[in-house]
């Protein structure tokens, strides 16, 4: 593991998720790939217009001012473009005026496998076959989609939220749901509730979030007029008995959140367009085509509910 990195939270970022590249991708699968490249050498200064992951990346390096001599978050282009088509994304994230400094380009192949070199905890890319490969190798990515480059300048805050199972837990109970139903789940996890989930995929991304909040709490004990930043929620379509397995898991983990959701079933793009979160992760398609209407989302597409067709479950 690199030294410089051990401590912080270090995000991979396809240039498809941090920008909106509909157009340039439109000449690559009309034109094919001279065209493409012919296309980003043309327009090399013009500015690359905010993707869908644009406003959680800006508030993410944001929290870099808590320590600028040893800043706690790391952003790293990961991209399948070769490093002369990479030249417009790198130009255009320096006039955006994100402080991303490193890329790792990969012409036509998936940069994923760097991922535990640099610590990542977290890959989000517009290319789902990228995303699946990546967990299929068991490694912690997810296919952002939802508005693009929506944003309010003037919002400090950094909301992150979470689906429980097949996100910060295994899918398990998932599967109990698939060949017991609602009402085997719900005796399932009543006779558990007193042991923790296995982690799933995005608990040790949990974790290095859980780092930075706490170096929030620090500085504001050193001023307190120091406004928190990051909040954190999970969304979960659980409700009571189940909720307390969920509950005792997160304990029992060393991480927290700040909100908690048990919904059992009720649409949770409605709790969205309330909550506004800047990004909500969730491992089923069929919640995030509700929660995408309005919020950045991102499919995980971790276990068995996403390796063959399924009803939706009570994740």
């Not at 909040?213 to 008995?241: F, G, H, K, M, W």
């Amino acid at each position: 593991m690199t030294y410089e990195l051990a401590n912080r939270l270090v995000v991979g970022i396809a240039s498809s998720a941090l920008f909106d590249l509909t157009e340039s991708d439109a000449v690559f699968r009309e034109e094919g790939e001279e065209s493409y490249r012919a296309h980003q050498e043309a327009h090399l200064d013009d500015q690359l217009r905010p993707g869908t992951a644009f406003p959680f990346i800006r508030r993410l390096l944001s929290l870099n001012d808590l320590a600028p001599d040893d800043p706690p978050v790391e952003v790293i282009v990961l991209s399948r473009n070769d490093p002369d088509t990479g030249l417009r994304v790198m130009r255009s994230v320096h006039s955006h005026k994100l402080p991303i400094s490193r890329a790792i380009f990969t012409q036509g192949r998936s940069p994923h496998r760097f991922m535990p070199a640099l610590n990542m905890s977290l890959f989000l890319s517009a290319n789902q076959d990228d995303v699946r490969e990546a967990v299929d190798a068991g490694l912690p990515a997810g296919y952002v989609l939802g508005p693009r480059g929506a944003d309010d300048p003037g919002d400090q805050e950094l909301r992150v939220s979470f689906d429980f199972d097949g996100i910060l837990a295994s899918d398990a109970s998932e599967q109990v749901y698939r060949s017991g139903g609602i009402e085997g789940f719900r005796a399932h996890e009543l006779a558990n509730a007193g042991t923790a989930h296995d982690a799933g995929p995005l608990k040790d991304f949990l974790a290095a979030v859980n780092r930075i909040q706490l170096r929030e709490e620090q500085e504001r004990l050193r001023d307190p007029a120091y406004q928190l930043r990051v909040r954190v929620s999970i969304v979960t379509a659980r409700n009571a008995p189940a909720h307390e397995r969920a509950v005792l898991s997160l304990k029992r983990w060393g991480v927290r959140v700040n909100d908690a959701f048990f919904l059992g079933g009720i649409d949770k793009g409605e709790i969205m367009k309330i909550l506004k979160p800047h990004i909500f992760f969730d491992d089923q398609a069929v919640h995030l085509a509700s929660t995408s209407r309005t919020t950045p989302s991102v499919h995980v597409p971790f276990g068995l509910l996403n390796t063959a067709p399924t009803t939706t479950d009570p994740a």
